[in-house]
Protein backbone atom coordinates (compact mmCIF):
# COMPACT_ATOMS: atom_id res chain seq x y z
CA UNK A 1 0.00 0.00 0.00
CA UNK A 2 1.68 2.89 -1.26
CA UNK A 3 0.85 6.10 0.66
CA UNK A 4 2.99 7.98 -1.34
CA UNK A 5 3.26 7.86 -4.63
CA UNK A 6 5.12 10.07 -7.02
CA UNK A 7 3.97 8.52 -10.55
CA UNK A 8 6.67 9.97 -13.32
CA UNK A 9 10.08 7.84 -12.52
CA UNK A 10 11.99 10.10 -15.02
CA UNK A 11 11.83 13.98 -15.94
CA UNK A 12 13.74 16.16 -18.44
CA UNK A 13 13.61 19.30 -18.84
CA UNK A 14 15.87 21.96 -20.49
CA UNK A 15 17.76 24.37 -18.68
CA UNK A 16 16.57 27.65 -17.90
CA UNK A 17 13.09 26.46 -18.05
CA UNK A 18 10.31 25.53 -15.05
CA UNK A 19 10.89 22.12 -13.62
CA UNK A 20 7.52 20.55 -12.23
CA UNK A 21 7.49 17.29 -10.04
CA UNK A 22 4.49 16.04 -8.45
CA UNK A 23 3.17 14.05 -5.88
CA UNK A 24 0.26 12.15 -4.48
CA UNK A 25 -0.58 10.84 -1.10
CA UNK A 26 -3.69 8.84 -0.17
CA UNK A 27 -4.04 9.42 4.29
CA UNK A 28 -5.44 12.50 4.98
CA UNK A 29 -3.78 12.51 8.50
CA UNK A 30 -0.34 13.25 6.65
CA UNK A 31 -0.12 16.89 7.90
CA UNK A 32 3.58 17.53 6.89
CA UNK A 33 5.07 17.23 3.70
CA UNK A 34 8.83 17.79 2.99
CA UNK A 35 11.03 17.04 -0.61
CA UNK A 36 14.37 15.76 -0.67
CA UNK A 37 17.20 15.58 -3.06
CA UNK A 38 19.54 12.59 -3.58
CA UNK A 39 22.82 11.99 -5.36
CA UNK A 40 23.60 8.59 -6.34
CA UNK A 41 25.34 6.85 -3.29
CA UNK A 42 25.01 9.70 -0.94
CA UNK A 43 21.76 9.80 1.45
CA UNK A 44 19.01 12.22 0.85
CA UNK A 45 19.61 16.33 1.87
CA UNK A 46 16.24 18.21 2.71
CA UNK A 47 15.37 20.74 0.16
CA UNK A 48 11.59 22.82 1.33
CA UNK A 49 8.64 21.76 3.21
CA UNK A 50 5.16 22.91 3.73
CA UNK A 51 2.55 22.36 6.49
CA UNK A 52 -1.09 21.35 6.05
CA UNK A 53 -2.02 25.00 6.90
CA UNK A 54 -0.31 26.60 3.83
CA UNK A 55 -1.02 25.83 0.66
CA UNK A 56 2.63 27.59 -0.86
CA UNK A 57 6.35 27.80 0.28
CA UNK A 58 8.81 29.37 -1.47
CA UNK A 59 12.86 29.20 -0.98
CA UNK A 60 14.56 30.79 -3.69
CA UNK A 61 14.00 28.90 -6.67
CA UNK A 62 12.21 26.46 -5.51
CA UNK A 63 8.57 26.64 -4.45
CA UNK A 64 6.13 23.65 -3.02
CA UNK A 65 2.34 24.22 -3.33
CA UNK A 66 0.08 21.66 -1.61
CA UNK A 67 -3.68 21.15 -2.58
CA UNK A 68 -5.25 19.10 0.55
CA UNK A 69 -8.71 18.09 -1.41
CA UNK A 70 -6.55 16.71 -4.06
CA UNK A 71 -3.95 15.13 -1.47
CA UNK A 72 -1.48 16.19 -4.21
CA UNK A 73 1.78 18.70 -3.87
CA UNK A 74 4.34 19.51 -6.21
CA UNK A 75 7.41 21.10 -6.34
CA UNK A 76 8.65 24.08 -8.88
CA UNK A 77 11.98 24.94 -9.50
CA UNK A 78 12.67 27.74 -11.84
CA UNK A 79 14.27 28.38 -13.27
CA UNK A 80 16.09 24.96 -13.61
CA UNK A 81 19.74 24.44 -13.49
CA UNK A 82 22.21 21.27 -14.37
CA UNK A 83 22.72 21.17 -10.57
CA UNK A 84 19.58 20.54 -10.11
CA UNK A 85 19.91 17.14 -11.89
CA UNK A 86 19.03 14.35 -9.28
CA UNK A 87 16.42 12.13 -7.49
CA UNK A 88 13.76 14.05 -6.09
CA UNK A 89 11.60 12.14 -3.33
CA UNK A 90 8.36 13.98 -1.39
CA UNK A 91 8.02 12.74 2.01
CA UNK A 92 4.38 12.41 3.90
CA UNK A 93 4.82 13.27 7.96
CA UNK A 94 1.30 12.59 10.07
CA UNK A 95 0.49 9.98 13.24
CA UNK A 96 -0.10 6.90 11.41
CA UNK A 97 -1.04 3.86 13.19
CA UNK A 98 -0.56 5.24 16.75
CA UNK A 99 2.76 6.48 16.18
CA UNK A 100 4.50 9.80 14.09
CA UNK A 101 6.08 8.42 10.69
CA UNK A 102 7.28 9.87 7.67
CA UNK A 103 6.47 8.47 4.20
CA UNK A 104 8.61 8.87 1.29
CA UNK A 105 7.83 8.48 -2.53
CA UNK A 106 9.45 6.45 -5.12
CA UNK A 107 11.40 9.49 -6.45
CA UNK A 108 11.45 11.27 -9.67
CA UNK A 109 15.07 11.21 -11.67
CA UNK A 110 14.71 14.76 -13.07
CA UNK A 111 17.99 15.61 -15.53
CA UNK A 112 18.44 18.79 -16.53
CA UNK A 113 19.41 19.36 -20.17
CA UNK A 114 22.10 22.13 -21.63
CA UNK B 1 30.94 19.19 13.18
CA UNK B 2 27.00 18.32 13.87
CA UNK B 3 25.85 15.39 11.48
CA UNK B 4 24.68 11.91 11.16
CA UNK B 5 27.62 9.42 10.50
CA UNK B 6 26.60 5.81 9.12
CA UNK B 7 29.43 3.20 8.87
CA UNK B 8 30.75 1.24 7.28
CA UNK B 9 29.96 2.74 3.62
CA UNK B 10 30.59 -0.41 1.67
CA UNK B 11 29.79 -3.76 3.66
CA UNK B 12 30.37 -7.45 2.36
CA UNK B 13 28.23 -10.06 4.03
CA UNK B 14 27.99 -14.16 3.31
CA UNK B 15 24.75 -15.38 2.89
CA UNK B 16 23.68 -16.97 6.42
CA UNK B 17 25.55 -14.08 8.25
CA UNK B 18 24.63 -11.55 10.79
CA UNK B 19 25.45 -8.06 9.88
CA UNK B 20 25.01 -4.61 12.03
CA UNK B 21 24.78 -1.47 10.33
CA UNK B 22 26.06 1.54 12.77
CA UNK B 23 24.44 5.04 12.39
CA UNK B 24 25.34 7.75 14.98
CA UNK B 25 24.40 11.10 15.68
CA UNK B 26 25.15 14.28 17.86
CA UNK B 27 22.65 16.64 16.82
CA UNK B 28 20.58 15.89 20.41
CA UNK B 29 17.60 14.43 18.10
CA UNK B 30 15.21 12.55 19.77
CA UNK B 31 13.65 10.54 16.18
CA UNK B 32 15.93 8.13 14.05
CA UNK B 33 14.99 6.24 11.15
CA UNK B 34 16.67 3.60 9.37
CA UNK B 35 15.63 3.62 5.33
CA UNK B 36 16.24 0.83 2.71
CA UNK B 37 16.33 2.29 -0.78
CA UNK B 38 16.47 -0.29 -3.98
CA UNK B 39 16.47 0.41 -7.22
CA UNK B 40 13.08 2.25 -8.78
CA UNK B 41 12.11 2.22 -5.77
CA UNK B 42 11.79 4.66 -3.19
CA UNK B 43 12.69 4.76 0.40
CA UNK B 44 11.09 2.39 2.50
CA UNK B 45 10.55 2.25 6.31
CA UNK B 46 12.34 -0.40 8.38
CA UNK B 47 12.49 0.70 11.70
CA UNK B 48 12.15 4.20 13.82
CA UNK B 49 12.71 5.07 17.26
CA UNK B 50 11.31 8.10 18.91
CA UNK B 51 12.69 8.27 21.79
CA UNK B 52 15.76 6.29 23.56
CA UNK B 53 14.90 2.48 24.44
CA UNK B 54 12.05 2.67 21.85
CA UNK B 55 11.45 1.39 18.59
CA UNK B 56 9.11 0.43 16.19
CA UNK B 57 8.65 -1.44 13.59
CA UNK B 58 7.84 0.18 10.01
CA UNK B 59 7.00 -1.55 6.37
CA UNK B 60 9.51 -4.10 6.00
CA UNK B 61 10.72 -4.66 9.41
CA UNK B 62 11.41 -8.90 8.84
CA UNK B 63 14.54 -10.02 8.59
CA UNK B 64 15.82 -7.06 10.92
CA UNK B 65 16.51 -5.92 14.52
CA UNK B 66 17.36 -2.71 16.00
CA UNK B 67 18.49 -1.04 19.58
CA UNK B 68 18.09 2.36 20.95
CA UNK B 69 20.37 2.42 23.94
CA UNK B 70 21.78 5.74 23.65
CA UNK B 71 20.40 8.86 22.14
CA UNK B 72 23.46 9.13 19.56
CA UNK B 73 23.15 5.92 18.16
CA UNK B 74 21.00 3.30 16.32
CA UNK B 75 22.27 0.25 14.87
CA UNK B 76 20.81 -1.83 12.81
CA UNK B 77 21.29 -5.52 12.26
CA UNK B 78 20.41 -7.52 9.18
CA UNK B 79 19.93 -10.67 10.13
CA UNK B 80 20.41 -14.06 8.09
CA UNK B 81 16.33 -14.44 8.22
CA UNK B 82 16.30 -11.33 6.04
CA UNK B 83 15.73 -12.97 2.26
CA UNK B 84 16.92 -10.00 0.03
CA UNK B 85 19.51 -8.05 2.18
CA UNK B 86 21.66 -6.71 -0.77
CA UNK B 87 20.20 -2.84 -1.03
CA UNK B 88 21.62 0.91 0.35
CA UNK B 89 20.70 1.50 3.83
CA UNK B 90 20.14 4.66 4.95
CA UNK B 91 19.78 6.14 8.72
CA UNK B 92 18.17 9.37 9.53
CA UNK B 93 17.54 11.53 12.51
CA UNK B 94 15.50 14.31 13.49
CA UNK B 95 14.34 16.68 16.34
CA UNK B 96 11.04 15.08 16.36
CA UNK B 97 8.49 13.30 13.67
CA UNK B 98 7.08 16.26 11.98
CA UNK B 99 10.59 17.88 11.00
CA UNK B 100 13.02 17.59 8.78
CA UNK B 101 14.69 14.47 8.81
CA UNK B 102 18.41 14.54 8.24
CA UNK B 103 20.25 11.72 6.52
CA UNK B 104 23.54 10.03 6.72
CA UNK B 105 25.74 8.82 3.88
CA UNK B 106 24.73 5.39 3.81
CA UNK B 107 25.90 2.40 3.60
CA UNK B 108 25.26 -0.29 0.76
CA UNK B 109 25.24 -3.91 1.85
CA UNK B 110 26.51 -6.69 -0.64
CA UNK B 111 25.30 -10.65 0.22
CA UNK B 112 28.09 -12.40 -1.52
Known amino acids: DQQVKQNSPSLSVQEGRISILNCDYT??????FLWYKKYPAEGPTFLIS?????DKNEDGRFTVFLNKSAKHLSLHIVPSQPGDSAVYFC?????????????FGQGTRLTINP | DGGITQSPKYLFRKEGQNVTLSCEQN?????MYWYRQDPGQGLRLIYY???????QKGDIAEGYSVSREKKESFPLTVTSAQKNPTAFYLC???????????FGQGTRLTVV
Open chain 2, 92 to 102: ASSISPVTEAF
Open chain 1, 27 to 32: NSMFDY
Open chain 1, 50 to 54: ISSIK
Open chain 1, 91 to 103: AASGYIQGAQKLV
Open chain 2, 27 to 31: LNHDA
Open chain 2, 49 to 55: SQIVNDF
